[in-house]
């Protein structure tokens, strides 16, 4: 029987995606990346999912990169197609999903599992964690965002340096830059992670859904985040939840999120 290539679980209102291909380190390839997709549609979709953990199977790799074997004998427009497709279906997806992802990871994070990584909401990196952008080291450059997301955590200076070394850094190193938010031990990586996704859980989906847009706002060309953030702010006044949420502050009680 074929393996399962995206595995899904969910405990409470956290669901957990893992990407199944162990033995090739779970490298993306195509098939990989449409059920990715189609997994954090329908995720978005569930009432009952309030944050996704997003990891790799096995205990070396969350991703090692895009499939090295399927694009080697690409021409120029199917190296775009493939580029933008990637961008479109999956990569500016999870970035723009209304709940937030956070990755889990657990191992090497390489080219396009870096940059999926960094396609996420945040990440929580274990202590055997290696990251980086080796794309130069085959002749092309990060093609699933990592040129500008790699930028936008690091800054431009340090995004240079890993990009044209094509260099591995460590866990530690990755939250000196800002590249992860939190380190683990392997053991305690998945329990970190529930526990940022259970504070999540707890909060307005509504508002966090918002709250992800106005971020993400300022980083788009030709929006200006202030006034997104301004008209974001305004309509939540008109939402169930900010009802709930502060009346349940003025009556003393917890708030219940629907
Ligand atoms: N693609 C395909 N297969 C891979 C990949 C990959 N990215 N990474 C590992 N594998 C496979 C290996 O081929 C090997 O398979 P097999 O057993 O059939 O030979 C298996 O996984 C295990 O790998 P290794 O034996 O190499 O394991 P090691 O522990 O010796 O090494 C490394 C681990 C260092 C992670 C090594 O596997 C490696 O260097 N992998 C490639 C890393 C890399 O260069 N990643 C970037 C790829 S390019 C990319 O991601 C571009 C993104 C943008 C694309 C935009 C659209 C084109």
Redesign the pocket.
């Known amino acids: 029987m074929m393996e399962e290539l995206v595995l899904v679980s969910k405990e409470g209102k956290i669901a957990t995606v893992t990407i199944n291909r162990p ?3 779970n ?2 390839n195509g098939e990989t990346i449409a059920t990715l997709s189609e997994t954090m549609k329908s995720l978005e979709g569930d009432d009952s999912v309030r944050a996704i953990i997003l990891t790799g199977s096995g205990e ?2 969350f991703v ?8 080697a004998n ?1 021409s120029v427009e199917e ?1 775009k197609d ?2 933008r497709r ?1 961008h479109e279906s999956l990569f500016n997806l999870i970035e723009n999903l209304r709940k937030p992802v956070i990755a889990a990871v657990n191992g ?1 994070a ?4 870096l ?1 999926l990584a960094m396609s996420c909401h945040m990440r929580v990196a274990s202590d055997n964690a290696s990251m980086g952008l ?2 130069v ?2 002749g ?1 450059i ?3 965002g ?1 040129t500008q997301r790699l930028a936008q955590l690091v800054g431009k200076g340090k995004a240079m340096e890993m990009i044209t070394t094509a260099g591995m850094i460590d866990a530690n190193d990755g939250l000196k830059w800002g590249l992860v938010n939190h380190v683990t031990s392997a053991d305690e990586l998945m329990t970190k992670c529930s526990e940022i996704a259970g504070k999540i859980a707890r909060n307005s989906g509504v508002a966090i859904a918002a709250a992800i847009s106005a971020v993400n706002a300022g980083f788009a060309e030709g929006v200006d985040g202030f006034e997104a953030e301004i008209t974001a702010f305004g309509e939540a006044f008109g939402t169930d939840e900010f009802k709930e949420g502060t009346t349940a502050f003025l009556e003393k009680r917890k708030p219940e999120f629907k």
């Open positions: 033995k090739q380190l490298a993306l070396k790799s090692a990169g895009a499939d090295i074997k399927e694009f690409y190296g493939l580029a990637g090497f390489l080219g396009g599992g940059e080796p794309e080291t085959l092309v990060p093609g699933y990592g």
